[in-house]
């Protein structure tokens, strides 16, 4: 993974000022452990699903389910799988009859993920699934010790699994809340730790990505009063769901009242897909107000080598420069052209992320980059990177409401 800044920071003393705060803080977060973390717990426990099972469907929403999501998407497309995934992330009746209808419910198993194990969402779709599937083996619960969720599953004589202590769920798909769903539809998980600790190392003990992520944190933070939107611009669709988890990352993570004082900050983020949001979203960065910087993600090596036909169309030979040349060209030389125009504005703050192909390797270096800068961010603007009162708040008012209908 090569990631080039188009923008300065030279802001040295704020580099290890912050670098030594994130180093601290590893003794007391857990997500920074999960790349070292011995697997083999879960890939026993994967081991003891029956081949007969066809399907996954993870109920999860947010964080139990958004970072599977996204790895599951990304690799499906290159790699033949063993099971299906689905998620069941959503109280909307129709995409849950949706779902159902493609899968058999006798061949599925059920991850219920509820890190609190009081989740409104998840429970309200687990109780209309079991209203379908009554058997306590279809369904293993994933949740943090003690909580309300294990004690139910206890008492059905139904496996539990924990979440690692000190892991908030927006930051928990690299332990089992991610990983056991992902190997059980065939996905190298030990590839997806290995990527991490790729990045891990590297910032931890001086590598490239250290200088590359400090740079680009105390930019975003000196500059996010007038840069408050981030956008990615990801080019390949394999990409799309990881702007998703992207999103819930960096807006939970991030937009808070500050904790020294009584600001309100945070950076909104933006998941764009290439070359389509070109057609749509480009011209807002491009002309709008000068209040976003931009990530551009590509794919170095695609691994497939369909091409253009050498077709002349009447009325359109204009349009044969495009003769031969491979897909995979054709979308970087869109993603560089667009860097190119948005380069030629100056006050657009611009980088972008090379990613060498699609593996789990991959994606789990991009994972990890994305939680270090957060983390990063989160120290620089002064919040609690890891709570989230503002979604607590809703939940709250939900439950008086569901109270009061009895």
Known sequence: MINKLHFSSTHKQEHQKVFEAIAEEQKTVGYYALPEQDITPILEYSKRISDD????????IGGSSLG??????FIKPVKPLKRKLYFCETTDPIEIT?????????????????????????????????????????????????SPLEKYAKEIDATV??????VGGRFSVLSTVGLLPLVLCGIDIQALLNGAQTIKQSFFNDGYIK???????????????????????????TLKYFCEWYVQLW??????????????????????????DQHSFLQLIMEGTRNKSVTFIKIENFDDNISIPDI????????????????????NMQCDSIIESLET????????????????????????????????????????????????????????KLQKKF
């Open 98 to 146: 949706d779902l159902l209808s493609h899968i058999n419910i006798k061949k599925t198993h059920f991850l219920v993920i509820s890190k609190s194990g009081t989740t409104v969402e998840t429970f309200a779709i687990y109780k209309y699934i079991l209203s379908l599937q009554t058997d306590s083996s279809a369904y293993t619960f994933i949740t943090d010790p003690g």
């Open 251 to 276: 807006g939970e993570s991030l937009g808070k009242h500050q904790r020294h004082s009584a600001l309100n900050v945070g950076l909104t983020p933006i998941g764009l897909i290439g070359p389509k």
């Open 161 to 166: 699994l924990h979440l690692p202590s000190n």
């Open 312 to 331: 002349t169309l009447p009325h359109l030979e204009m349009l044969d420069t495009l003769n031969d040349l491979p897909f995979a060209q054709l979308i």
């Open 68 to 73: 599977s999501k996204a790895i599951y998407n």
């Open 345 to 400: 504005q100056k006050d657009i703050p611009l980088d972008s992320i090379i990613l060498p192909k699609v593996n789990e390797n991959t994606i789990g270096s991009l994972i990890y980059y994305y939680e270090l800068l957060t983390s990063l961010m989160g120290e620089l603007i002064d919040v609690n990177t890891y709570d989230q009162p503002g979604v607590e708040a809703g939940k709250i008012i939900l439950k008086k």
């Open 211 to 237: 200088d590359t992520l400090l740079k680009k944190a105390v930019f975003y933070a000196k500059n996010h009063a007038q840069y408050n939107i981030n956008c990615i611009f990801a080019y390949s669709e």
């Open 53 to 60: 099972i066809e399907t996954i469907v993870v109920i999860g």
